[in-house]
């Protein structure tokens, strides 16, 4: 099947990559000439793991390539993916304007009856909308919506193994086209009316944002009355009902979906009419728990952070991705600068100019009066402590994601603070 994917980001790398794995000719739009130089040339402009041998596997095979021009990229498409950015807009809605100017811009040169395919988080009612620009310009298309469930850092197995197709469109023909595009995937697929569809992507993140709010929640809660979160979680969490999935407390939720996603479905509840007061509630509190690590370190250095030198192991939103949007770790390094503290960071491969580097977790914590442990990547978990005190001027430890046991700190006479222990 000819496909066009419009936005070579995240999700549409991915979703082009992917396609082409299961045998479709893949033609996708990039407007970054810098970034379509990378691609080109078989290489991601970003870190997620097994996505450049995919790349280059869809690049060899001659199923795969990149253009500027949208235009040229819709030749002959059956299907066009849009999957363009829709960022926070100033009341907290997503903006779809990157997908208005798209669509204006090859709309009226699309075929008979081809499926335009919303892959970006959009609105409530946006299929709709869109369904009518098109038809307003005389475009005989049918616009859909197939949200994406791509998780940062294994974009490309959740693509290959998703939990759930969901495809939103009353059009049956249409459906049967998703349906034949995603057969190689052994997956329960959802055909539902689009605004439906729409309504999945934001209510599953919005849910998993209060599952990571609450466990937040939980782990303050545990400090106060001294119990310990690791072990209340883990007895939450064989609980079937409950599981384990997203109950790791820290320092509140990042990245680029979670935050944008939970705001701009307040924002569609209060177009609507209903105060979605729980949802408001997670929002807070997530914030509240950027600003209670910032106390952790704070109080760990007497009160006060200006002329001390704090270490950080970590500065992406999570581990496993180079993503810094909205990440608690930056969070915390910018307001630890501004407070006056002097941060030198680590971060096996996020790299930011804001904050200065080193090559190696030890040489971060050099001279450090304090360690800030800001994302859990896997690998701090294997770094010799001892050494790590021998090159701190002081030994203090804040722990944002518990990767460390505090139990082994004590015994190597760190001052060690975590998160709900």
Sequence with gaps: MNIAVIGAGYVGLVQAAGLTSLGHRVRVGEADAGKLETLRAGKVPFYESGLEQLLSDGLASGLLSFHHDNLEAVVDARVVFIALPTPQDEDGSADTSYIEGALLDFGASLGHRTLVVLK?????????????????????????????????????????????????????????????????????????????????????????????????????????????????LKGMGYDRRIGFHFLNPGPGYGGSCFPKDTQALVAIAESAGYDFSLLKGVIEVNRQQHERMLDKVTGMLGGDVDGKRV???????????????????????????????????????????????????????????????????????????????????????????????????????????????
């Design 120 to 232: 970006s988080t959009v609105p409530v009612g946006s299929v709709a909308r869109f369904q009518k620009q098109l038809d307003d310009m005389g475009a005989e298309v049918v616009v859909l919506s197939n949200p994406e469930f791509l998780r940062e850092g294994s974009a490309v197995g959740d693509f290959k193994h998703p939990d759930r197709i969901v495809v939103g469109t009353r059009d049956q023909q249409a459906a049967e086209t998703m349906i034949e595009l995603y057969q190689g995937l052994q997956a329960p697929t959802i055909v539902t009316d689009p605004a439906s569809s729409e309504m999945i992507k934001y209510a599953s993140n919005a849910y998993l944002a209060a599952r990571i709010t609450y466990a937040n929640a939980i782990a303050n809660l545990c400090e106060a009355v001294g119990a310990d979160v690791k072990d209340v």
């Design 311 to 421: 270490a950080m192991w970590g500065l992406a939103f999570k581990a496993g991705t180079d993503d810094l949007r909205d990440s608690p770790a930056m969070y915390l390094a910018t307001a630890l600068k501004d407070r006056g503290a002097f941060v030198t960071a680590y971060d096996p491969q996020a790299s930011s100019t804001e904050v200065k580097q080193v090559e190696s977790a030890v040489e971060a914590a050099r001279d450090a009066h304090l360690l800030l442990i800001a994302t859990e990547w896997p690998e701090f978990q294997g770094i010799d402590m001892r050494e790590v005190h021998g090159v701190m001027a002081s030994a203090n430890i804040v722990d944002a994601r518990n990767m460390l046991d505090p139990r082994d700190m004590h015994r190597l006479q760190f001052n060690y603070v975590g998160v709900g222990r």
